[in-house]
């Protein structure tokens, strides 16, 4: 086990944007899809699909549920290269042009979103632009955790803020 | 809508499983070994397969969406983190209690203490929210 993961390399890489994406346009039926999703077994609610009935809401239309992902399967770039980064646990490093640390496992240690109001509607085009934030550390029961926090920044293709959201990520 | 310190909302329950889990791997493309495989949920120390974080995220929405319906309200901040995974066979319930109410910006914030438990109350994913109803 070392004394830090945090190498002077990755702490000046502290304040770096390692992603640009653009989605692309939302269509009614992503939004579909997501709320049968995530209200299954139930059906979703009516706003979410029927188009008539979400012309009434004060949203005036089918609008996506917060959490949505606009970005999911494929982004305005087009499909991802076979050896393209994922969701792994050194993408923000290797994205950085940084050496990651040498940990071998990591979890999902948690996120945190502002929305400002600005809804997600069908034929909008997000871009998220993703920042590294903050390295720490601490000593738990596992051992020496490393905590990586991110911050994503989604505006519309007006500019308007849609929301800011940070996650954190542990290595250990 | 009458919102009062202390007040509990209504839970958002679902069953813990590959139902759930594999519909929300197709919206969110998180095809991953450890939401999918059970030797590979066991290879990080679960009983098997476990549930995406990011799929409990979505139940604190739902939750808050749910008990808002019919109002103009809308959400304004979720945190959370995830001290558990979700593992099969279990009851996740997503639950929350408001702990303050203050006006801002021409708004009435209403704050709360949510979180993610099994039904043996064991907790997974302990959090915060805001909601914002006009005026």
């Keep these: 086990m070392p004394e830090t993961w945090i190498t002077d390399e990755m702490r000046a890489a502290v304040g770096g944007q390692h992603s640009d994406r653009t989605s692309m346009p939302i269509s009614v039926s992503d939004i579909r899809k997501w709320a049968q999703a995530v209200y299954y077994p139930e059906a979703p609610p009516r706003e979410y699909w029927d188009e008539e009935y979400a012309a009434t809401t004060p949203a005036g239309g089918i609008v996506a549920p917060q959490e949505f992902n606009p970005f999911a399967w494929m982004t305005a770039a087009g499909p991802p290269a076979v050896d393209a980064l994922g969701q792994g646990a050194s993408t923000t490093e290797l994205r950085l042009g940084v050496t990651p640390p040498a940990t071998t496992n990591m979890l999902n240690g948690g996120m945190s979103v502002e929305y400002t109001g600005v809804l997600m509607r069908p034929g909008d085009v997000i871009r998220a632009i993703t920042s590294l934030v903050d390295y720490a550390e601490r000593e738990l029961r596992l051992g020496l955790m490393l905590f990586t926090t991110t911050e994503q920044r989604w505006t519309n293709q007006d500019g308007a803020l849609v929301k800011v959201q940070r996650d954190v990520l542990i290595r250990y | ?135």
């Design chain 2, 1 to 135: 809508m009458d919102v009062e310190v202390g007040q509990v909302l209504p839970p958002y329950i679902r069953e813990a499983g590959f139902p759930a889990w594999n519909r929300y791997a197709a919206v969110n493309d998180e095809f991953i070994p450890i939401h999918m495989e059970d030797a590979a949920g066991a290879a990080a120390g679960y009983s098997g397969a476990f549930g995406m974080g990011n799929l409990q995220w979505a139940y604190f929405h739902c939750l808050l969406r749910t008990w808002m319906a019919g109002t103009n309200g809308r959400i304004v901040h979720v945190e959370c983190q995830f001290r558990r995974a979700s593992e099969q066979h279990h009851t996740v319930a997503a639950r929350g209690v408001v702990t303050g109410i203050r006006e801002e910006s021409g708004e009435r914030l209403v704050d709360l203490d949510v979180w993610t438990e099994i039904e043996d109350g064991t907790a997974l994913a302990p959090g915060h929210a805001t909601v914002a109803f006009p005026l």
